[in-house]
């Protein structure tokens, strides 16, 4: 299996290295890293979504809102405990997918509100040192789910997705995700990069 793993990181490496396009940190993941990642699901296949997801997780309370990182660390990880859960192994196809993280950071957020629409509009900018970084890609539900306080407030939570560049991002460096709604209420979600697989 470490064979297979080296020798597909090495041809994935080789395909990077030749392209013209930024890649994010994840792909600097060693076959070592790899297999520590699916040792981690392994180990923690029984575990809940969230516990499972915790070291990518900024959680600002209860009824505040999450935003979970998708490193590719984090994605073998989690690609593993779903083959260790059914009793199977990880694919080389699946590493290989889970790696192929270009160009961005990639931040799912659960969000609190009042009614069903009202994750519209809540932008999102990444700062890295200070500098501002838009996302590439926005994605918010058109509606939001029940939430478990539900029909207490908060009453609805929404999942919403946002992708940045990472030509910019420094990556030894602690991020600030900031999150507005379209009334001008901010969560600000910190995440070091140093602490982060």
């Known amino acids: 299996m470490l064979k297979k793993i080296t020798l597909i990181l090495a041809l994935f490496t080789i395909i990077s290295l030749t392209g013209k396009t930024a890649h994010c940190i994840s792909l600097n993941l060693t076959p070592s890293q790899i297999n520590e990642a699916i ?102 539900p058109d509606f939001a789910e029940p939430s478990r306080f539900y029909p207490e407030e908060p009453a609805y939570v929404a999942g919403c997705v946002y992708k940045f560049p990472v030509e910019n991002i420094n990556q030894n460096s602690t991020l600030k995700l900031l999150i507005t709604s379209p009334e001008g209420d901010e969560l600000e979600f910190p995440f070091d990069l140093v602490k982060i697989k």
Not at 55 to 70: C, D, F, I, R, Y
């Open 39 to 140: 040792d981690y699901a392994k180990k923690n296949k029984r575990l809940s979504p969230t516990n499972f997801a915790a070291p990518w997780v900024v959680n600002l309370g209860e009824k505040s809102g999450w935003a979970t990182l998708w490193t590719p660390y984090h994605n073998v990880a989690f690609k593993a405990k779903k083959a260790a859960v059914e009793k199977r192994e990880l694919s080389e196809g699946e590493i290989l997918r889970a790696l192929h993280f270009k160009e961005s950071l990639t931040f799912v957020v659960s969000i609190f509100g009042h009614y069903m629409e009202f994750a519209k509009g809540y932008n999102a900018i990444l700062y890295s040192e200070d500098k501002p970084i838009y996302p590439m890609y926005t994605f918010f």
